[in-house]
């Protein structure tokens, strides 16, 4: 077992500042174009799979790190570059960890690498869970999936909304329900193979910010998948929902879904992409503020700009701790015996939001404006505290783990 360190290794400084050098060399340049376009920045895609930065081998290599330090660093260096082009690099994941978390080696080895493609031939993936009317609430989805025995296959229907590459992703990975009467543990997770015909892209969200990131409704009409697509296959699905159905005459212990068993391998790399969008605030308002004069002298000397800046590093550095415990311990095999993750979660989502918004005031009119990137690092914040569970459902999981409280 890896012992818990706050130095990264000499390893892991090299992959860090390898990161660094492509998000400073080829995330920020484009950052502000692909902003403004609102359209998935594939060049940069590629140039990231050119380097093996975009690819399954470099991300197995960070998850399977011992210190549990690679995701959260890799995470953090890229969104220090640019949060909605760092989301189109890393919003694969997602659907790579529904799968890793979920299925079987079979499937493992058949679908997440169809997620990536290759640097002559990008693609991505999609995780669809939220919907219209149920995001944080998973226990009011909608989307079923039917067994149809006599072809060993599932028919799925419904609508998924805000899905990360929805409708343009190669391997569309669905949470649907299976057993309605057993409301969120009923759930399980699908691999939609590509051109599957009955899936389509419904509306692709404008956004206030990642907007080089794309997002949108995920329509599925009839869409039938082999019986070889339900991840972790039948006989643990039916085995899952037996001890479901015991647990709920018995009155018993709750059952992790799939969707949630996804979410809870995610929070502390969320995390981390707050911490990077947050410290890249921070750099560019303490450079301004050493080198914007008024009345005579930079900004830095007065009190008032000087004590927000040493908050706002002191809660950089606080969130980045937090992420990397929490990453460390889920590595480790240690429980969340304290909601650790979403700790990590809630913490520095609500960080990065209140010294992006710092930044801006320091930067005073010229924050406001779309020639200094402190205005887009603070409408990219803005995202932290809603997306895989919202600032209150991180509050809701904590209060429930401290209490053992089913706290409503």
Same mark, same amino acid.
Not at 22 to 45: G, K, L, N, Y
Not at 69 to 83: C, K, Q, S, V, Y
Not at 147 to 167: F, I, M
Not at 214 to 227: F, K, M
């Given at each position: 077992?890896?012992?818990?360190?706050?130095?990264?290794?000499?390893?892991?400084?090299?992959?860090?500042?390898?990161?660094?050098?492509?998000?400073?060399?080829?995330?920020?340049?484009?950052?502000?174009?692909?902003?403004?376009?609102?359209?998935?920045?594939?060049?940069?895609?590629?140039?990231?799979?050119?380097?093996?930065?975009?690819?399954?081998?470099?991300?197995?290599?960070?998850?399977?790190?011992?210190?549990?330090?690679?995701?959260?660093?890799?995470?953090?260096?890229?969104?220090?570059?640019?949060?909605?082009?760092?989301?189109?690099?890393?919003?694969?994941?997602?659907?790579?960890?529904?799968?890793?978390?979920?299925?079987?080696?079979?499937?493992?080895?058949?679908?997440?690498?169809?997620?990536?493609?290759?640097?002559?031939?990008?693609?991505?993936?999609?995780?669809?869970?939220?919907?219209?009317?149920?995001?944080?609430?998973?226990?009011?989805?909608?989307?079923?999936?039917?067994?149809?025995?006599?072809?060993?296959?599932?028919?799925?229907?419904?609508?998924?909304?805000?899905?990360?590459?929805?409708?343009?992703?190669?391997?569309?990975?669905?949470?649907?329900?299976?057993?309605?009467?057993?409301?969120?543990?009923?759930?399980?997770?699908?691999?939609?193979?590509?051109?599957?015909?009955?899936?389509?892209?419904?509306?692709?969200?404008?956004?206030?910010?990642?907007?080089?990131?794309?997002?949108?409704?995920?329509?599925?009409?009839?869409?039938?998948?082999?019986?070889?697509?339900?991840?972790?296959?039948?006989?643990?699905?039916?085995?899952?929902?037996?001890?479901?159905?015991?647990?709920?005459?018995?009155?018993?212990?709750?059952?992790?879904?799939?969707?949630?068993?996804?979410?809870?391998?995610?929070?502390?790399?969320?995390?981390?992409?707050?911490?990077?969008?947050?410290?890249?605030?921070?750099?560019?308002?303490?450079? #301004?503020?050493?080198?914007?004069?008024?009345?005579?002298?930079?900004?830095?000397?007065?009190?008032?700009?000087?004590?927000?800046?040493?908050?706002?590093?002191?809660?950089?550095?606080?969130?980045?701790?937090?992420?990397?415990?929490?990453?460390?311990?889920?590595?480790?095999?240690?429980?969340?015996?304290?909601?650790?993750?979403?700790?990590?979660?809630?913490?520095?989502?609500?960080?990065?939001?209140?010294?992006?918004?710092?930044?801006?005031?320091?930067?005073?009119?010229?924050?406001?404006?779309?020639? #200094?990137?402190?205005?887009?690092?603070?409408?990219?914040?803005?995202?932290?505290?809603?997306?895989?569970?919202?600032?209150?459902?991180?509050?809701?999981?904590?209060?429930?783990?401290?209490?053992?409280?089913?706290?409503?």
């Amino acid at each position: 077992m890896a012992e818990f360190t706050m130095e990264l290794n000499d390893e892991q400084r090299e992959v860090r500042d390898w990161i660094h050098g492509f998000a400073a060399d080829v995330m920020r340049p484009a950052a502000a174009e692909w902003d403004e376009r609102e359209e998935t920045p594939w060049p940069v895609i590629q140039e990231a799979a050119k380097i093996g930065l975009y690819s399954l081998d470099f991300y197995a290599q960070q998850f399977f790190d011992p210190t549990g330090l690679g995701i959260p660093m890799a995470m953090e260096e890229l969104f220090w570059g640019d949060a909605g082009i760092a989301l189109s690099i890393v919003g694969t994941g997602l659907a790579a960890v529904g799968v890793l978390a979920n299925g079987t080696e079979e499937q493992i080895g058949t679908w997440v690498p169809q997620m990536y493609g290759d640097a002559n031939d990008v693609k991505v993936a999609a995780f669809c869970s939220s919907e219209p009317d149920a995001g944080s609430d998973v226990a009011s989805m909608r989307t079923r999936a039917v067994y149809d025995e006599a072809k060993d296959e599932w028919v799925l229907n419904g609508t998924k909304t805000w899905a990360t590459n929805g409708g343009i992703a190669n391997v569309h990975v669905v949470v649907a329900v299976v057993d309605p009467e057993l409301g969120s543990k009923g759930h399980a997770s699908f691999i939609i193979p590509p051109n599957t015909p009955g899936l389509s892209q419904g509306q692709k969200f404008q956004k206030h910010g990642i907007r080089a990131s794309h997002t949108a409704e995920v329509v599925l009409e009839d869409v039938r998948v082999p019986g070889s697509c339900l991840l972790g296959g039948k006989e643990k699905l039916d085995e899952r929902l037996a001890r479901a159905r015991e647990k709920a005459r018995a009155g018993g212990e709750r059952v992790k879904n799939a969707a949630m068993a996804t979410f809870e391998a995610s929070r502390p790399a969320v995390g981390a992409m707050a911490v990077g969008t947050a410290r890249a605030a921070y750099e560019e308002a303490l450079e #301004y503020a050493k080198t914007r004069e008024q009345f005579g002298r930079p900004i830095i000397d007065n009190q008032g700009v000087a004590f927000q800046l040493a908050d706002m590093r002191t809660q950089i550095d606080a969130a980045r701790l937090l992420v990397w415990r929490a990453s460390w311990m889920a590595v480790t095999g240690k429980p969340f015996t304290s909601a650790e993750g979403s700790m990590s979660k809630l913490f520095a989502s609500e960080v990065a939001k209140k010294v992006t918004a710092q930044a801006v005031q320091i930067l005073g009119g010229n924050g406001f404006t779309r020639e #200094y990137p402190v205005e887009r690092m603070h409408r990219d914040a803005a995202i932290y505290t809603i997306f895989e569970g919202t600032s209150e459902i991180q509050r809701l999981v904590i209060a429930r783990t401290l209490s053992g409280m089913p706290i409503r």
